[in-house]
């Protein structure tokens, strides 16, 4: 009998949370990918940018998380286990680079939750955006995520 | 020219990307980039777990091999140039696997003073099989 997730989310928005963008955190993540281009680790080469700083790879924002949630709280809130969990797609608009030192505002938003069953079963999907914006208010990055539940 | 920058007369479309080949890939990388994107679900470090969800054992985040195909436009065009990038997860990465990420230029356009040039991208395992698929749009200066 497949689980059900809970559709009642589509919709929520949860609280906007503050990301500050440290140095190491670029450099640890463009090293975690195994890429070594100068422009995210090389502090000199930053400097002399057109961004006068390191700027972060363009899929770093993934790495956003509400330090001060429950980092369980959309598993809870669609009743599924962490598990039946795939990434099935996503999406990075970017407006302006990240860079170290600034401190951004990330809101996401349940856009939509829908059921289709593909080759591996029954799933549902959990479309959902975050908008990461700059301290004037202006969106730098949009994300837009597809979870994937293995019902 | 590795993290040089392209500039947009000089790209046509059909060029493709150079590939750029990752892996084999090891459980270390998987933890470190874990530890990197704050993404510690067990299914990508634990094989008993991944085991008795039913996935056969551990796998990759989808989100290091989109960094992956991130790299391989990063590589080409400059740091910097990428303007969008929208993938689907198509199948997965195990451990081991050599992944290859790469893309050709579909189209170039111009729009509110932006050179813009739209890549189809895509990465796939030693089988041939792909395990990514996409779209970027990459910023590119111009010569004049």
Redesign the interface.
């Given at each position: 009998m497949p689980i059900k997730v809970n559709k009642a989310i589509v919709g929520k928005e949860y609280p906007p949370f503050p990301v500050t963008v440290e140095r190491g955190r670029i450099k640890d993540f463009a090293q975690a990918l195994g890429d070594p281009n100068p422009f995210y680790i090389n502090d000199a080469v930053g400097a002399a940018s057109p961004w006068g700083d390191v700027i972060a790879p363009p899929t770093f924002s993934i790495s956003f998380r509400d330090e001060a949630a429950d980092s369980g709280a959309l598993l809870r809130d669609l009743g599924v286990d962490i598990s039946r969990l795939l990434h099935g797609e996503q999406e990075f608009e970017i407006h302006h680079q990240l860079v170290p030192g600034e401190t951004y505002l990330c809101r996401t938003k349940v856009l939509d939750v829908y059921e289709k069953t593909g080759r591996s079963g029954p799933m549902a999907f959990v479309v959902r955006e975050t908008a990461v914006t700059d301290r004037a208010g202006e969106v730098v990055v949009s994300m837009r995520q597809i979870t994937v539940v293995r019902l | 020219m590795k993290?040089g920058r392209i500039y947009f007369e000089d790209v046509q479309v059909g060029d493709m990307l150079p590939p750029l080949v990752?892996g084999p890939l090891q459980q270390i990388?998987l933890t470190?980039?874990a530890?990197?994107?704050?993404?510690f679900?067990?299914?990508h470090q634990d094989e008993e777990?991944a085991r008795?969800?039913?996935m056969g054992g551990v796998f990759a985040?989808?989100?290091?091999s989109?960094?992956?195909v991130?790299?391989a436009?990063?590589?080409w065009a400059?740091?910097?140039s990428?303007?969008?990038?929208?993938?689907?997860?198509a199948a997965l990465v195990r451990l081991k696997d050599i992944v290859t990420c790469t893309g050709r230029v579909i189209s170039k356009s111009e729009k509110d003073d932006l050179r813009l040039v739209d890549v189809e991208v895509w990465a796939e395992n030693q089988k041939g099989d792909k395990v990514v698929t996409g779209k970027a749009t990459l910023v590119l200066p111009s010569r004049a």
């Open positions: - | 993290y990752k990388q470190r980039y530890g990197a994107s704050l993404d679900n067990p299914i777990f008795a969800a039913g985040h989808g989100m290091l989109m960094g992956w991130g790299q436009l990063t590589d400059g740091a910097g990428v303007r969008r990038l929208g993938v689907r997860f």
